[in-house]
């Protein structure tokens, strides 16, 4: 079975300083991994995916990801951080029919 | 297509009581998963279905409850005998077919609080 650990359930930059959102995998098969969004009382909405290919993927509002199978991981990154990225931020893998979420990190930006 | 589409949006019950729920997933997509987030958690999976079938369901999910998707399009999400413990936001996604999940999009979710 696939899972994921997102280490720091809060993590607290100022505007404008790197993200850095970190998550570790594990699946007994090559992973579909995935970066997911949450606004307050708002759906789930997809950041980006890694399936196959470049092991670099880029996605909305200038966040990117990076799939490192040696280290099992696919942290989450943003060069400068807006105060519209405040919200909760979930990783997700998928090994098969279904999909897994950790439990989520939440980003919070001062001014 | 509108996305999915999650009723009721707000669900507030009597302990003891029965509550179902209902999703409709993005119409041409195959796969619809259900999904519980309690404050402060990721979501947690519950069942998923491939069509009308029910392929997954979590060791977690008492039985309690119960889902069904009958002609393969829309589903429903039945606890029975509510308990405090199930207060929590329900989340319902589809993702089209296909070995590996691609991308699942989600609905809004429904809120249910038991008292």
């Known amino acids: 079975a696939q899972s994921v650990t997102q280490l720091g359930s809060h993590v607290s930059v100022s505007e404008g300083a790197l993200v850095l959102l970190r998550c570790n995998y594990s699946?007994?098969?090559?992973?579909?991994l995935f970066w997911y969004v949450q606004y307050p009382n708002q759906g789930l909405q997809l950041l980006l995916k890694?399936?196959?290919?470049?092991?670099l993927v880029k996605g909305i509002n200038g966040f990117e990801a990076e799939f490192k199978k040696s280290e099992t991981s696919f942290h989450l990154t943003k060069p400068s951080a807006h105060m519209s990225d405040a919200a909760e931020y979930f990783c997700?893998?998928?090994?098969?029919?279904?999909?897994?979420f950790g439990a989520g990190t939440r980003l919070t930006v001062k001014p | 297509d509108t996305g999915v589409s999650q009723n009721p949006r707000h669900k507030i019950t009597k302990r003891g009581q029965n509550v179902t729920f209902r999703c409709d997933p993005i119409?041409?997509?195959?796969?619809l998963y259900w999904y519980r987030q309690t404050l402060g958690q990721g979501p947690e999976f519950l069942t998923y279905?491939?069509?009308?079938?029910?392929?997954?369901k979590s060791r977690l999910l008492s039985d309690r409850f119960s889902a069904e998707r009958p002609k393969g399009s829309f589903s429903t999400l039945e606890i029975q005998r509510t308990e405090q413990g199930d207060s929590a936001m329900y989340l319902c996604?589809?993702?089209?077919?296909?070995?590996?999940?691609?991308?699942?999009?989600f609905g809004q979710g429904t809120r249910l609080t038991v008292v």
């Open positions: 996604a589809s993702s089209p077919g296909g070995m590996f999940v691609t991308e699942a999009f």
């Open positions: 699946s007994s098969v090559p992973p579909y």
């Open positions: 890694y399936t196959t290919g470049a092991t």
């Open positions: 997700a893998v998928s090994a098969g029919g279904d999909m897994r």
């Open positions: 119409s041409e997509h195959n796969r």
């Open positions: 279905f491939q069509n009308e079938a029910q392929l997954e």
